[in-house]
């Protein structure tokens, strides 16, 4: 993850020219799959960045959603703490999809949810927490394999 966070700082000037802002990058518990939160104009401007700083093939790159909790916003994110988890949710079918965006659920307080980013397909959504106990995500997200959470680092807004 320090090698994709140094590459993003070093390559600073393709962001900006193609108006993406890292939000937060989060590495899968078995460290095979990483998973990057941008704000960009559109998917392909994260595209057209990222195959320039030398992406390898196996990029996936979607437009979401955003739907904060807690009174939280992209600038009101709690940075400094660094501790949080990313799920990564397939919405196979409309009985999950209408699941998923009610809502995080009442009673999920101890492990607050920052926000959810749902696809403009409504087929995959995204989950931020604000913890590092990737099992109490895990117990809390349902049944989700484990290749689907992630320890996550934060952008400074």
Same mark, same amino acid.
């Given at each position: 993850? %320090? *090698?994709?966070l140094?590459?993003?700082?070093a390559?600073r000037?393709?962001? /900006?020219l +193609?108006?993406?802002?890292?939000?937060? &990058?989060?590495?899968?518990? *078995? @460290?095979?799959?990483?998973?990057?939160?941008?704000? !960009?104009? *559109?998917? /392909?401007?994260?595209?057209? #960045?990222?195959?320039?700083?030398?992406?390898p093939?196996?990029l996936?790159?979607? #437009?979401?959603?955003?739907?904060?909790?807690?009174?939280?916003d992209? %600038?009101?994110?709690?940075?400094?703490k660094?501790?949080?988890?990313i #799920?990564? +949710?397939?919405l196979? *079918?409309? %009985? #999950?999809r209408?699941?998923?965006?009610?809502? %995080?659920? $009442?009673? $999920?307080?101890k492990?607050? =949810?920052i926000?959810?980013?749902?696809?403009?397909?409504?087929?995959?959504a995204i989950?931020l927490? $604000?913890? @590092?106990?990737? /099992?109490a995500?895990?117990?809390? !997200?349902?049944p989700?394999?484990?290749?689907?959470?992630?320890a996550? =680092?934060p &952008?400074?807004a």
């Open positions: 993850m %320090a *090698d994709v140094e590459m993003e700082r390559d000037w393709c962001l /900006e +193609h108006e993406c802002s890292g939000l937060i &990058h989060g590495l899968s518990a *078995d @460290s095979r799959r990483a998973l990057c939160l941008f704000e !960009a104009p *559109d998917a /392909e401007a994260v595209r057209r #960045t990222l195959e320039g700083l030398g992406n093939v196996s996936v790159a979607w #437009t979401a959603t955003p739907r904060y909790y807690r009174n939280y992209r %600038a009101g994110w709690p940075w400094g660094e501790s949080f988890a #799920t990564f +949710h397939e196979p *079918d409309e %009985a #999950t209408v699941r998923f965006e009610k809502g %995080a659920p $009442e009673g $999920e307080g492990v607050p =949810i926000g959810d980013f749902l696809s403009l397909d409504r087929r995959r989950r927490y $604000e913890t @590092s106990d990737l /099992e995500v895990r117990r809390l !997200a349902g989700i394999g484990q290749r689907n959470v992630f996550a =680092i &952008h400074p």
